[in-house]
């Protein structure tokens, strides 16, 4: 009985901003301690690869990205699914603060895999299996962000954008295996890069680099998240009070 | 424990400084925009709301007193 | 159920017929972007041989979005559609019935007209009965998961924009297989298929009707 009732407490907008506004600095304190023991581990201990010479650091925020760029999907469709299903206001807030961050990672880890590339496979981009299905979730988070920016009524916006993130994230795996499909259909284009047995010091530095992102992208999406709260609410009391604060207490 | 034996031999990274900072450089300067951009989108949010809640009061105020 | 099929082909059609410019226009313009390309990339045939799947797949693509936008959009526009959602039988079952009369109206005719095409780029008799029956196969799952956005953009300003940015990232299986069914052919490779992604993408031909339903009902709310 209390679990359902907390449940229920911080799925309400009116308990999740105060919450939301307490954490983001842990989150961000949290990340930035996690980043300079990554960077620390991965720029300065770590060995040079034997195969790759010292360009294989790009490692280091290339996997991350790529990482949470899925990750952050995967967490988009899992907010679509619950809004869906219990129609709660926050999950769509939700989907909606975390897109420009995932798509951001997205772009990041096709920079640095084309920055990575060019020293390693010769070429800026190569159409293998991993770049080209990278690039195509980059184009769902764009297609996500700007239907719900079409859509002016917030509560369609969420409803529709979840129901896209849901396609998507059923069509990821057909577009994953038939891009592979492609690319074995097309050999001599495709490139592999070999893992070299990673050093422990290098996959430690790569883990701890991995929460950085982690923890950045739940604090920008706390903040993100808290502005969205803001604009929906604003008929709310809660809003008009928290705005009424904000006026004498300076910016939180 | 450090691996590297000078600083410029840190910034050169064994010839592939401009790719590997290429991409360091472009995370930093993301992860650094990011904040500030949603922040300020924070700031200018609040004011506008601010400034509706305003003009609401102002209109019921009106509504009141006639 | 059946019977509630039929019922929305045939009036599709009927209104699809008394407007067959739209029809003959999305076709024109398959044709019109195919023949572009050799006057693009130059007239070789061993090269238009090999560009051939790739361009006519992705004209047949850019084809089909043309008439997405109207799929819903005159039905939305005059009420019948909030008849139908309202009506005792699942809205799922239009939904399929009026993706089969899409289909039946523009990816019938562009597999038609394909082997004509596939003349000009050179390719041979087997590449060409390739051909075709890939897109009579792979523009149905078009014409579905068109469905899908075009249900999602119904009555957004630019949403005939929006509608691609949507369900062209969505097209790249169909567009790999259909391509890539051709290319195996015409370079002799043939048989090569990944068929767990295949029957994966099988599977969700069923489910496409319910989540553009699904859509619809969201954008009638």
New interface residues.
Partial sequence: MTDRFNLYRFASPATFYPLAGTLIPYFAAVSVVFGLAGLWLG??????DFQQ???Y??IF??VP?SWMSMFIYLVMAFWAAIGLAFNTRLSGMMAQALA??GA?MA??SL??GA??G??MWGAWWVWDARLTSEL?LL??Y??YM??TA??DDP??AD??GG??L???V??I???Y??????N??HQGSSVNLTKSSMAETMLWGMLLMAMCFWM?SI??AF??V??IM??RE?HTDW??AE?AK??NGG?Q | MIHWTSFSDFLAMGGYGLYVWGSFGATALIMAVEPIVVARNRKTTIARLRRQLRADARAENRNATE | MFRIIAAVIGRDLKLAMRRQADIVSALFFFIIVVSLFPLGVGPEPDLLRKLAPGVLWVAALLATMLSLPRLFADDHRDGTLEQLALAPHPLGLVVTGKVIAHWLVSGLPLALIAPVLGVQFDLSADALIVLTFAILLGTPALSGIGAIGAALTLGLRGGGVLLSLLVLPLYIPVLIFGAGAVDATVTGLGGRSSFPARRHHFCLTRLRPWASAAALKIALE
């Fill in positions: 720029m300065l201990v770590a060995p040079t010479g010292e360009g650091r790009i925020i290339h990205a420009p961050t951001l772009f990041l920079w640095t920055l990575w060019k020293p195509i184009f769902l764009i297609g700007a239907l079409a859509i509560k369609r409803k529709a129901l896209l849901l396609v998507g059923v069509n795996p057909i577009i295996f038939s891009v592979k499909w492609w074995t259909l950045y604090a920008v903040m993100r808290r502005t803001l604009e604003r809003v008009k705005l904000a006026g910016e």
